[in-house]
């Protein structure tokens, strides 16, 4: 019933910027999104998390991320974006998109399949 689909990903130079898009598609139910995010996952490492917004546009940032990243929702196409600029080699990861979605009554977390961002020379 809930599907988020992540696009944008590929290989990049250091200091290019990429911008990742994430499309919810919920169907057959009554549904609310609120919080939708991104997280990171580079290879040997931890999941970290990148950035949320919530539905009324309020941002959180990872440290490192402040100042060259950007999240962004567009509320009536149920979509997260993910601008990414002065993008270095150790941002090199697979990013994945979540939101917390109600359907009906029940509130739970959900994940997309990942996109993978390389960045290199």
């Known amino acids: 019933q809930v599907q988020l689909v992540e696009s944008g990903g590929g290989l990049v130079q250091p200091g290019g910027s990429l911008r990742l898009s994430c499309a919810a598609s919920v169907s057959g139910s009554i549904f609310t999104i609120y919080t939708m995010g991104w997280y990171r996952q580079a290879p040997g490492k931890q999941r970290e998390l990148v950035a949320l917004?919530?539905?009324?546009?309020?941002?959180n940032y990872a440290g490192s991320m402040k100042g060259r990243f950007t999240i962004s929702r567009d509320n009536a196409k149920n979509t997260v974006y993910l601008q990414m600029n002065s993008l270095k080699p150790e941002d090199t990861a697979v990013y994945y998109c979540?939101?917390?979605?109600?359907?009906?009554?029940?509130?739970?977390?959900?994940w997309g399949q990942g996109t993978q961002v390389t960045v290199s020379s």
């Open positions: 917004i919530t539905s009324g546009g309020n941002t």
């Open positions: 979540n939101a917390d979605i109600k359907l009906q009554t029940v509130l739970r977390t959900y």
